[in-house]
């Protein structure tokens, strides 16, 4: 199966910072790599994804990229809100498994 | 804006006892998962569902859980003897394609 690791397990940043979040993957038939944000007892909701054929996408201040051949890829948030804490999961799908392969998360904390 | 609902929010029964789970996908959607997410830790894939039969399942989806879509627009997660380590929050989520939309979980409490 998937293994995935996410690193920070934490982060804390001022506001107006950027943030970086990285995530490994060992499923090199894995094909869609989605980023979600869930705030604490609600849902994770998606924020940003993006497909294999894709290296970088870009949603105002979000963004994700991939790499294909290190099997990683990176939530970077711009300009932090203090409405940005939460924690983060990436969930990299396979193409054989369908289902999301939950990274462990990081606690992103914007500090007024 | 179309979402995937669930009830109850919050279930509270004793071991041993069966609950149910009920969900109620996005309704163009023909992919239907059960995840679950014990407090403070990262969220677990149970099973995934597909034209009316199981697809996929892990390791947690022992024989105590099974999963049945009733009618058009339900989707169920049973657990028949439940036990204290199946305290967490059950999401279920639905999917057209790639993208996953959960819905807002049930918090399962077993005493």
């Known amino acids: 199966g998937e293994?995935?690791?996410?690193?920070?397990?934490?982060?804390?940043?001022?506001?107006?910072?950027?943030?970086?979040?990285?995530?490994?993957?060992?499923?090199?038939?894995?094909?869609?790599?989605?980023?979600?944000?869930?705030?604490?007892?609600?849902?994770?909701?998606?924020?940003?994804?993006?497909?294999?054929?894709?290296?970088?996408?870009?949603?105002?201040?979000?963004?994700?990229?991939?790499?294909?051949?290190?099997?990683?890829?990176?939530?970077?948030?711009?300009?932090?809100?203090?409405?940005?804490?939460?924690?983060?999961?990436?969930?990299?799908?396979?193409?054989?498994?369908?289902?999301?392969?939950?990274?462990?998360?990081?606690?992103?904390?914007?500090?007024? | 804006e179309p979402e995937v609902t669930q009830t109850p929010s919050h279930q509270v029964t004793q071991m041993g006892q069966e609950v149910i789970l009920r969900c109620v996908p996005i309704s163009n959607h023909l992919y239907f998962y059960w995840y679950r997410q014990i407090l403070g830790q990262k969220v677990e894939f149970l099973v995934s569902f597909y034209n009316n039969e199981i697809s996929e399942k892990s390791e947690i989806f022992d024989d105590q859980f099974s999963v049945e879509r009733p009618d058009g627009s339900n989707f169920t997660l049973k657990i028949r003897s439940t036990k204290l380590e199946d305290s967490a929050m059950y999401f279920c989520a639905s999917t057209g394609a790639d993208t996953q939309y959960f819905g807002p979980g049930t918090r399962l409490t077993v005493l």
């Open chain 1, 3 to 112: 293994n995935v690791e996410q690193h920070p397990s934490t982060l804390s940043v001022q506001e107006g910072d950027s943030a970086v979040i990285k995530c490994t993957y060992s499923d090199s038939a894995s094909n869609y790599f989605p980023w979600y944000k869930q705030e604490l007892g609600k849902r994770p909701q998606l924020i940003i994804d993006i497909r294999s054929n894709v290296g970088e996408k870009k949603d105002q201040r979000i963004a994700v990229t991939l790499n294909k051949t290190a099997k990683h890829f990176s939530l970077h948030i711009t300009e932090t809100q203090p409405e940005d804490s939460a924690v983060y999961f990436c969930a990299p799908q396979g193409v054989s498994a369908r289902q999301l392969t939950f990274g462990s998360g990081t606690q992103l904390t914007v500090l007024p």
